[in-house]
């Protein structure tokens, strides 16, 4: 169960989830972000004005991915964990850059949430107790997948895909 108060949002909100940015804050990307209630980064970061972007747009959690280097990063945990109390009940989060192909049990009853990106494809299916969550990519286009982040909606626990037509970089 949680060690700290668990955050509370408000009925009707999302969360942004993102990940693998590698130092890039595409317009559009902050544009599909802006109104959120918390955004959680997976890692990959990049650059510290990518933290310093969403943090203006949101409260930030954010994680240490395998590009992620220097005294900015090493302020980056590897894992964070936190509970929401949302309006369906405790949701428990775990977020970190690789999806861990063992994952620790879910610490509670409710709703488990594992995000993880590294992959930069998207992905929400449930694997054992964890629903798992890979916004893809919303840095620099890579491997031809396309350019995406998530909105988790805080009612239902709804991920909408988001995709990012802007213009190609990187």
């Known amino acids: 169960m949680p060690t700290t108060d668990p955050l509370r949002l408000p009925a009707g909100a999302f969360i942004g989830v993102v990940a693998d940015t590698h130092g890039l804050l595409r317009p559009e990307a902050a544009a599909a972000l802006r109104g959120a209630a918390l955004i959680l980064h997976c890692g990959d970061v990049g650059a510290p004005a990518v933290l ?30 936190l509970w929401l109390n949302l309006p369906l009940g405790l949701v428990e989060i775990r977020l970190q850059h690789v999806l861990p192909a063992d994952p620790p049990p879910p610490q ?20 054992g107790p964890w629903r798992h969550i890979n916004p893809g990519s919303a840095g ?29 970089a990187g």
């Open 108 to 127: 509670g009853r409710g709703p488990a949430l594992l995000l993880a990106g590294h992959s930069h494809q998207w992905r929400d299916v449930t694997c």
């Open 52 to 81: 310093a972007g969403l943090s203006a747009l949101a409260p930030l959690v954010a994680v240490r991915g395998n590009v992620d280097r220097g005294a900015w990063a090493a302020a980056l945990p590897e894992v964070a964990a």
């Open 140 to 168: 620099p286009r890579r491997f031809r997948l396309p350019v995406t982040l998530g909105r988790l909606w805080v009612d239902d626990l709804r991920v909408e895909r988001v995709e990012l037509r802007g213009p190609p």
